[in-house]
C-alpha cells in the first residue's frame, strides 16, 4: 500500500462506492491529479449502497436531467463491457387505469428528453416475460435500453478506482473513515483520519448513506434519509442454467404494487438462480436516521442492510403472486432476503454542489446507481469549469433554504418522498403535506378569511385563488373552461381564471410575499453587480431605477433572471423563491473569489411584497398614497421606484408588471404589511391569486420563467431577452454573449406556442400540466437542434383571455416561423399546436384591449 499522503489537491470521501468512483475518474478526464480516496469500508465498498443494490436502470423518468444522468451512465456502464441491455417493461394491471395513463405519461415524456420508450399490448408483454400472467395486464411500457450493470456496479467501482491508481493519479485508502474536517476561515483545508490528516484544497463527499454525518462537521445538514427497501429472493430457478448469463428475461415494474421483479440468471453466476422481487413501502416507509447506523463489526448483515419483516411485504407480495405466480411455486430464500437502505431526499433531486458555509467542500450524496457516471460527469465538470452543460439547478445543494434543512422538516419531507418512489405517480403540481406553513405573510389571516387555496413554495403559503371570489365564475363562466380530466383538474382551481379576467377589466392585489431578496453593500457593491449583470447597473443615473437583468455564465449561457434595485447605498436583488437560495450564494462565491469588499445579505424575510395590478391600478393606488399626483405617468415612468406612505407606512413602490398590465409591485417591512394590505382592500380592490401571476398572466404575454424557460443550456438570445446594446462594462460571459449576438441566426428559439384543437381521442378537452414532446407533424418524431437540444414544453397554462392553451418551447431555427404547425404529445396522443410568436411576443396586449388570435 502506499505511503499515506499529508496533502492532496483533491480528497474524495466514500471512493468505493459508485459514485465515488465515478467522480473520481471523471475528475482524472478533466485533467485533475493529486487524488486521495478514502472509504471507511473496503474498495470497492462492501458496506455501501453499491454493494447490496439491485443495479438495474431504467430511463423513464418526467425529468430532462435524470434522463440524461440515466442515459449518460447507461453508455458509460456499455463502454466499459459492464451493462447488459436486456430492457424493461412496466406494466398496469387490468383496472388500474391510472397506472395506464401513467404510462402513456411516461412513454410521452421519453419523447420529450431522448429515451426510447414505447407502449406495449399484453401480448407482446407475454412474449418478452413468459412468467406473467397475461390475462392479468391492460399494456404497459417498453425501454429497449433498460438493463443491468454486471456483474455488479460495485465491480465497476472497483475497475475505476483501478484505472485511477494506475494512472498516478489517484492514490486509494480502504478502511479509513473520516473522522473530522480541517476548515479554516470558511474554506476546507483537510481530512483528519486515523492515519493522519490530509491537507487539501477541495474535499468531495460521496459518502452515501453516511453523508449527513460527514456534512455534520462542517455544521450543516443534508436533506436526505436512508429508507428500508426490501429485498426478497425466491429460488431455485434454473431456466438460464449453462447460459453464463447474469439476467434472462427482461426485467420487470409492477409500478402499481410498488414493486419490481427480475431473474439474477445462470446459477452458476455470483449471484444467480433465483427470481429478485423487490418493493418500495408505501404506507409506512421506515427512515433511518444516518446517526443510527451500526458500524461494521455490529451488523448481522452490513450497516446498509437490515433484517426484513416479513409482514412488510406480506399483501403487496400476495399481489405479486396474482401477477406472477412463479413466486408461490419457487422456495423463498429468508437467508437472501434482507432491507437494503437506499436514500430518499426532501424534494426529489439529490445534493449536489459546493457546501452552502465552506469553499472547496463538495456534495454529491442520494444518487442511484442508473445514475452514479452521469453524476460523476456533472461534478468534474462543474469543479472544473464552475458550470455544467446540463442545467443543474434542480441538483444544486445551494437551493435549499435554512427551514428545508431542520431535521424534522427532512425527515417528513423523506416520509412523503419515500411512499413515492414506485407509486403512486406523482403530479407536476403535488403539494407537499409536512413541513407547511413555516413562513406565512403578514395578511394571511386575511387570505384565510378570503378562503384562500394555498400551496407552498420556499416555505411561503402562496394562496393560488380565492373561494371568496368564486361569485366572479357567474360573469366568467363561459369564458373559463371546467376541466373534466381529473388530471388535469388536480391542484387547480376554476376560480383563478375567473380572477385573472377580472383584473385584466379592473385591477387586483395578489401577495408577492414569496419573493426572495438579499442586499448587496459595500465599498464595491456596484462594481461586483456591474459584473455579474448583463444589464449596466453602475452610473448615477440608474440610482432609484429597478434593473432587469440576467447573470450568464462563462459560455454566455442564462444562469438567473432578476430585478437589481439601485438604491444609493446598496443593491438589492429580488429574485423568484424558487431560485432565491442559489443566487444568493453564487453572489457571494463570486464577490470571494474575485475579491470585491461586500457583504451580502438575506432580507427576505423582513420585507413583504403586494402586487397591484390592472387597467385601475393608478386609480386604485391613488386613493390610499398620500401624494396620489406621484403616482401620473410623467411623475411615475415605468421602471422607477419612489418611496410612498399608505396608511402612515413606509412602502417602496416600483413600477413594474409581470402580468401584462400596468401597475406596481410595492416593498414594505414585513411589519408594515398587514396595514397597506387593509387600506388597499378598503378600495374594494380584489384579491386574486398567484396562480394568475405565475401562469396564466405571464404566459399570454410571453414572459419567461427562471429555471423553467430559462436554463444554462440556453443563451440570451435564444431565449429572446438580450438587450438593445450590450454594455461597455465587462461582465460575466460578455465575450461568449457577443459571439452569440454575431451569429446569422442562433441554433433554437424559445417559441409561443398555442394549441388549437384540445379534444383528445375521447372528446374530452385538455388542459395539460408538465412538459411535452414537440415533434414534426409529418413524421411523428421529436425536433432537435443543431446541437442536439430536444424541444419540449418548458412552461404550459391556460390563457383564459385568448381562450387557448398557451405553451413556451425552444425550437430549432429550421421551424421557427409563425403559423408553422406542429404536434405536441400529451398522456400518448398527439395535439395540433401552431407557433404563435417567435421569441418574446405576447399573445395578449393589454393597450390595445385585445388578444391575439
Not at 38 to 56: E, L, Q, R
Not at 68 to 79: A, G, V
Not at 299 to 325: F, G, K, N, V, Y
Not at 798 to 806: A, D, E, F, L, R
Request: charged share 25%; hydrophobic share 35%; proline share 5%.
Amino acid at each position: 500500500m502506499a505511503e499515506f499522503p499529508t496533502k492532496a489537491r483533491v480528497v474524495i470521501i466514500g471512493l468505493g462506492g459508485i459514485v465515488g468512483a465515478s467522480v473520481a475518474h471523471h475528475l482524472i478526464e478533466r485533467g485533475w491529479d493529486d487524488i486521495v480516496g478514502i472509504d471507511k469500508s473496503g474498495i470497492p465498498t462492501d458496506i455501501g449502497s453499491t454493494a447490496h443494490a439491485s443495479d438495474f436502470c431504467y430511463m423513464t423518468s418526467h425529468d430532462f436531467l435524470s434522463c440524461w444522468t440515466s442515459l449518460y451512465s447507461i453508455d458509460f456502464y456499455d463502454k466499459l463491457g459492464h451493462y447488459d441491455r436486456i430492457g424493461g417493461l412496466e406494466v398496469a394491471r387490468v383496472g388500474d387505469d391510472a397506472r395506464m395513463e401513467e404510462i402513456r405519461r411516461k412513454v410521452s415524456s421519453g419523447k420529450a428528453f431522448g429515451t426510447r420508450a414505447r407502449l406495449i399490448d399484453p401480448a407482446e408483454i407475454k412474449e418478452k416475460f413468459p412468467l406473467i400472467e397475461e390475462s392479468m395486464v391492460q399494456g404497459g411500457l417498453w425501454d429497449p435500453d433498460a438493463g443491468l450493470v454486471i456483474p455488479r456496479s460495485q465491480t465497476v467501482a472497483g475497475k475505476l478506482v483501478d484505472r485511477g491508481e494506475k494512472s498516478g493519479k489517484l492514490k486509494a485508502f480502504a478502511n479509513t473513515p473520516a473522522k473530522s474536517l480541517v476548515i479554516e476561515n470558511g474554506r476546507i483545508r483537510g481530512v483528519v483520519t486515523d492515519r493522519g490528516t490530509i491537507h487539501a484544497d477541495h474535499v468531495v463527499v460521496c459518502a452515501g448513506l453516511w453523508g449527513r454525518l460527514i456534512a455534520e462537521m462542517a455544521g450543516e445538514d443534508l436533506p436526505v434519509m436512508p429508507v428500508d427497501h426490501p429485498l426478497t429472493f425466491f429460488g431455485p430457478y434454473t431456466e438460464f442454467a449453462g447460459t453464463g448469463k447474469d439476467i434472462g428475461y427482461p426485467l420487470l415494474r409492477d409500478q402499481g404494487n410498488s414493486a419490481y421483479m427480475r431473474d439474477t440468471g445462470d446459477p452458476t453466476t455470483s449471484e444467480g438462480g433465483m427470481i429478485e422481487w423487490g418493493y418500495y413501502e408505501e404506507t409506512n416507509p421506515r427512515l433511518c436516521h444516518p446517526r443510527d447506523l451500526l458500524e461494521k463489526d455490529q451488523a448481522r448483515l452490513s450497516p446498509s442492510q437490515r433484517d426484513l419483516d416479513m409482514e412488510q411485504i406480506l399483501e403487496p407480495l400476495e399481489r405479486a403472486i396474482e401477477l406472477t405466480p412463479i413466486l408461490a411455486e419457487l422456495g423463498y430464500d429468508e437467508r437472501r432476503s434482507f432491507n437494503g437502505l437506499l436514500q430518499v431526499t426532501a424534494d426529489g433531486g439529490p445534493s449536489v454542489g459546493e457546501s452552502q458555509t465552506v469553499r472547496g467542500l463538495w456534495y454529491a450524496v442520494a444518487i442511484w446507481v442508473k445514475d452514479g457516471p452521469g453524476f460523476g460527469k456533472l461534478v468534474a465538470d462543474w469543479m472544473t469549469d464552475g458550470r455544467t452543460s446540463i442545467d443543474h439547478a434542480r441538483i444544486d445543494y445551494s437551493r435549499f433554504y435554512p427551514h428545508q434543512m431542520d431535521e424534522k422538516f427532512v425527515e417528513g419531507r423523506c416520509g412523503e418522498a419515500a411512499q413515492k418512489i414506485y407509486n403512486p405517480a406523482v403530479h407536476p403540481r403535488e403539494p407537499y403535506a409536512t413541513g407547511r406553513n413555516v413562513k406565512r405573510s403578514p395578511f394571511y389571516e386575511r387570505e384565510k378569511e378570503l378562503g384562500g387555496y394555498f400551496m407552498e413554495l420556499g416555505g411561503w403559503e402562496r394562496a393560488h385563488g380565492y373561494a371568496a371570489n368564486e361569485h366572479l365564475l357567474e360573469k366568467y363562466g363561459n369564458r373559463v373552461p371546467v376541466r373534466e380530466n381529473e388530471w388535469d383538474a388536480r391542484h387547480f382551481w376554476r376560480v383563478s381564471n375567473a380572477e385573472h379576467l377580472a383584473m385584466s377589466e379592473d385591477c387586483g392585489i395578489v401577495n408577492l410575499s414569496h419573493f426572495y431578496m438579499f442586499d448587496v453593500e459595500g465599498p464595491d457593491h456596484v462594481e461586483l453587480m456591474e459584473w455579474l449583470c448583463a444589464a449596466k447597473i453602475g452610473g448615477d443615473a440608474n440610482i432609484g431605477k429597478g434593473i432587469y437583468t440576467h447573470f450568464l455564465d462563462d459560455e454566455g449561457m442564462v444562469r438567473a433572471d432578476l430585478t437589481v434595485i439601485r438604491m444609493a447605498d446598496r443593491c438589492r436583488v429580488v429574485d423568484g423563491a424558487d431560485a432565491g437560495p442559489r443566487d444568493f450564494h453564487y453572489v457571494k462565491r463570486v464577490a470571494e473569489d474575485k475579491g470585491f469588499d461586500v457583504t451580502v445579505t438575506d432580507v427576505s424575510e423582513k420585507f413583504v411584497t403586494i402586487g397591484i395590478w390592472g387597467p385601475n391600478a393608478r386609480a386604485t393606488l391613488q386613493k390610499v398614497v398620500e401624494d396620489p399626483a406621484g403616482l401620473l405617468p410623467e411623475n411615475f415612468p415605468f421602471a422607477a421606484i419612489k418611496p410612498m406612505k399608505i396608511a402612515g407606512k413606509d412602502v417602496t413602490a416600483f413600477r413594474i408588471s409581470y402580468v401584462g398590465e400596468q401597475g406596481w409591485e410595492l416593498h414594505m417591512r414585513y411589519e408594515n404589511g398587514l396595514a397597506v394590505w387593509d387600506a388597499l382592500r378598503s378600495t374594494g380592490v380584489m384579491a386574486f391569486g398567484v396562480e394568475t401571476y405565475a401562469n396564466s398572466r405571464r404566459m399570454e404575454k410571453s414572459l419567461r420563467l427562471q429555471n423553467a424557460d430559462l436554463l444554462t443550456e440556453y443563451n440570451l438570445i435564444e431565449s429572446d431577452l438580450q438587450r438593445p446594446k450590450v454594455k461597455e462594462a465587462d461582465f460575466r460571459g460578455k465575450q461568449k454573449h457577443l459571439e452569440h449576438r454575431a451569429r446569422k441566426n442562433q441554433p433554437a428559439m424559445l417559441c409561443t406556442l398555442v394549441m388549437t384543437d384540445n379534444r383528445d381521442s375521447k372528446g374530452v378537452p385538455r388542459y395539460p400540466v408538465g412538459s411535452m414532446p414537440v415533434l414534426d407533424p409529418g413524421t411523428g418524431e421529436t425536433l432537435v437542434d443543431e446541437l442536439g437540444r430536444r424541444s419540449f414544453t418548458t412552461s404550459v397554462a391556460y390563457g383564459p383571455t385568448i381562450g387557448k392553451n398557451i405553451a413556451l418551447a425552444y425550437l430549432p431555427w429550421a421551424w421557427c416561423q409563425e403559423g408553422r404547425k406542429l404536434t405536441v404529445e400529451y398522456f400518448g396522443e398527439a395535439f395540433p399546436v401552431e407557433v404563435a410568436g417567435v421569441g418574446y411576443k405576447p399573445l395578449y396586449d393589454p393597450e390595445n384591449l385585445k388578444p391575439r388570435s
